[in-house]
């Protein structure tokens, strides 16, 4: 039997010297952490694969939708910016007219008037039959003439 506890004892010490060796090999606690640290900030570097592939491409496509519809946003704030440019210009054009056609019919009436007073056979009325020859009428003459004495200061 002796041989028997030889053996077993043989590989009891065996094994007991596989274990110190390992122990021996083993880095320090501290070490270990900081590696495990390291391979976790790490990302794996895995292929990718067709689904991730995939999915990249319908993000992009995504985006470029969004971008689509921002765009098609800021070209209708344009279009309506540009319409209120217009309209303000036209509203603008015709609140100029009538204000022309107001003055007009005020001259108008002031040149009538003036006509009215205009003695024919004075030297005033003599000037004036003579500048109104060129004209279609003599109001229009009298408005022109107005407008003139007008301007000056």
């Given at each position: 039997m002796e041989s028997i506890d030889e053996l077993l004892a043989q590989i009891k010490s065996e094994y007991q010297e596989e274990k110190q060796a390992k122990q021996s090999k083993k880095k320090p606690l501290y070490e270990q952490v900081c590696e495990?640290?390291?391979l976790q900030s790490k990302p794996p570097?895995?292929?990718?694969?067709p689904i991730q592939n995939r999915q990249k491409t319908l993000d992009?496509?995504?985006e470029d939708k969004l971008l689509a519809e921002v765009k098609a946003e800021f070209q209708e704030l344009d279009r309506a910016k540009q319409l209120k440019i217009e309209q303000y210009q036209r509203q603008k054009k015709c609140?100029?007219?009538q204000r022309l056609?107001?003055?007009?019919?005020?001259?108008?009436?002031q040149a009538s008037e003036w006509l009215k007073n205009l003695d024919i056979d004075s030297e005033e009325g003599l000037w004036f039959e003579e500048f109104a020859y060129n004209y279609?009428?003599?109001l229009e003459?009298?408005?022109d003439y107005l407008q003139v004495l007008?301007?000056?200061?």
């Open positions: 495990q640290k390291q570097q895995m292929p990718i694969s992009s496509a995504a609140e100029e007219e056609t107001k003055q007009r019919k005020a001259l108008t009436q279609s009428s003599k003459a009298a408005i007008r301007k000056k200061p």
